[in-house]
């Protein structure tokens, strides 16, 4: 186990980019041809971002309109899993809310086309990268990092589970402004958890009264979830939920790495509408 976890084995390969074994050639074929609603929502997130925290808030929020709760199925990434999941989402009630790590150009096409709304998280880049590191050493999927250093270089250049977090970014730059999309930022809800939710609840279109969007705040507060997460991540639990500050990256990032992360910024992002959301100059 401890020389397996050390290697790459643990990865799979599909269209040139590297995944957990967890997803498979076959499930990423039958997720293209996934039947997608309207009504869907699909949170989408770099790993690292917080997408575990806006699927909380996302599965509160839309909770009260479902039929029936939702499926284990439903609970797992879009990507992971076995191809037969995508029979049993296809009876689960409405609005589903679906989670992925995928960049853009992997999502089904038939979400763009039914104009399901798409809620996108992005965390600053050195933050992710930290968080991502650390994931990656405590992880039994993932593959073991000999340093911080030699993580660094694979997060800038891209040769990390679910590829270049600049190629996200890119992505989504370039539809920044396309219907049904909402970008939200891990540094804001950190901010304002509350106008946090209140803006992803505006987006989908839903009228909660107040106490209500103030209970699910509360319930997303870093604190609340990392105390539930033995229950609701299992052994994941304290791996996922870390540390949940904003400017950990002080932590590891040496003044070379900083700089250069400044320049991939720059070279990439700088002068961009997703570059002036992400408050690159503030946060990083
Ligand atoms: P850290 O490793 O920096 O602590 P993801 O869900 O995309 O895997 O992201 C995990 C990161 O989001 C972890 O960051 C985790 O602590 C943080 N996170 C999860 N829930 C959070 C919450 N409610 N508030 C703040 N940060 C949270």
Known sequence: EATRKKSEELLITYQGVFYPSLCSAETFQALDMMEVRKDDVFLVAYPKSGTNWVKKILNDLTASLQKEAPTLEQHMMLEFGKPEKFQKIKDSSSPRVFYTHLHYDNIPKSVFEKKAKIVVVFRNPKDTAVSYYHFYNNNPVLPTMSSWDEFFQKFISGEVCWSSYFDH??????????????????????????????????????????????????????????????????????????????????????????????AKFEECLAGTKLGAVLKYDIYC
């Open 169 to 262: 970014a890119l992505a989504w730059n370039r539809h920044i402004d396309d219907e049904n999309i909402l970008i939200i930022t891990y540094e804001e809800l950190k901010e304002n958890l509350y106008e946090g939710v209140k803006k992803i609840a505006e987006f989908l279109g839903l009228t909660l009264p107040e106490e209500k969007m103030q209970s699910i705040a509360e319930n997303a507060t870093f604190q609340s979830m990392s105390s539930k997460s033995a229950e609701t991540h299992g052994k994941f639990g304290p791996i996922i939920f870390r540390k949940g500050v904003v400017q950990d990256w002080k932590t590891l990032f040496t003044e070379a790495q900083s700089q250069e992360m400044d």
